[in-house]
């Protein structure tokens, strides 16, 4: 079982939709990451968040860190939110802030 | 760009053959991680530099492979003697902080193909 799952593994929506990414973890974390990946590799980072929510435009991650586990809101979705989001935490036995990730949820946003 | 740069974007070499890829890091930043992705999975790490001190190797990285980081500015990652298996996308990030917290700002990757 991986240390961090995420789930749906794909997702399409329309446009316009309010979407949901959910991310579960094993393991005691400092930090989890949701992050964001286009086609051609490209990783760009949208939170980092310890606890409670933070919201960034029609991004909001939020984390329960008793249940272990966040989730990833977009509102009002696009075409252009259309990439795989992410999720990593740094576990709090670990050196830095090295990252396990989750295994990523594909999302299409249709027009 | 001040971001963080990988070079070369793509590679392909034969099986057998030793290849190099590069990353330069924002210029201020004193960490430096490796990770390799393969499709449809997750990136998993694989090295992480503290200036030019190497802190932390993970098991995937076999004797194959080495990474350098001389002045603790950019950072090499050589694996020798290639495999199929070796076939992935490896990512650079770089990050500023001294704690666990901290933002990490990734390179585009290198797509390596082992023929």
């Known amino acids: 079982k991986n240390e961090v799952e995420q789930s749906p593994q794909n997702l399409t929506a329309q446009e316009g939709e309010f979407i949901t990414i959910n991310c579960s973890y094993s393991v005691g974390i400092s930090a989890l990451h949701w992050l964001q990946q286009h086609p051609g590799g490209g990783i760009v980072s949208l939170f980092m968040l310890s606890s409670g929510k933070k919201k960034h435009g029609r991004l909001i991650a939020t984390i329960n860190i008793q249940e272990k586990h966040s989730s990833l809101h977009i509102t009002a979705s696009h075409p252009r939110d259309s990439a795989v989001y992410i999720c990593?935490?740094?576990?709090?036995?670990?050196?830095?802030?090295?990252?396990?990730f989750g295994e990523g949820t594909q999302l299409t946003v249709n027009p | 760009d001040t971001g963080v740069s990988q070079d070369p974007r793509h590679k392909i070499t034969k099986r057998g053959q030793n290849v190099t890829f590069r990353c330069d890091p924002i210029?201020?930043?004193?960490?430096l991680y490796w990770y390799r992705q393969t499709l449809g999975q997750g990136p998993e790490f694989l090295t992480y530099?503290?200036?030019?001190?190497?802190?932390?190797k993970s098991r995937l990285l076999s004797d194959r492979f080495s990474a350098e980081r001389p002045k603790g500015s950019f950072s090499t990652l050589e694996i020798q003697r290639t495999e199929q298996g070796d076939s992935a996308m490896y990512l650079c990030a770089s990050s500023s902080g001294q704690g666990r917290k901290e933002k990490l700002f990734f390179g585009s990757g290198t797509q390596l193909s082992v023929l």
């Open positions: 530099f503290q200036n030019e001190a190497q802190l932390e």
């Open positions: 990593a935490v740094t576990p709090e036995e670990t050196s830095g802030s090295r990252l396990t």
């Open positions: 210029s201020e930043h004193n960490r």
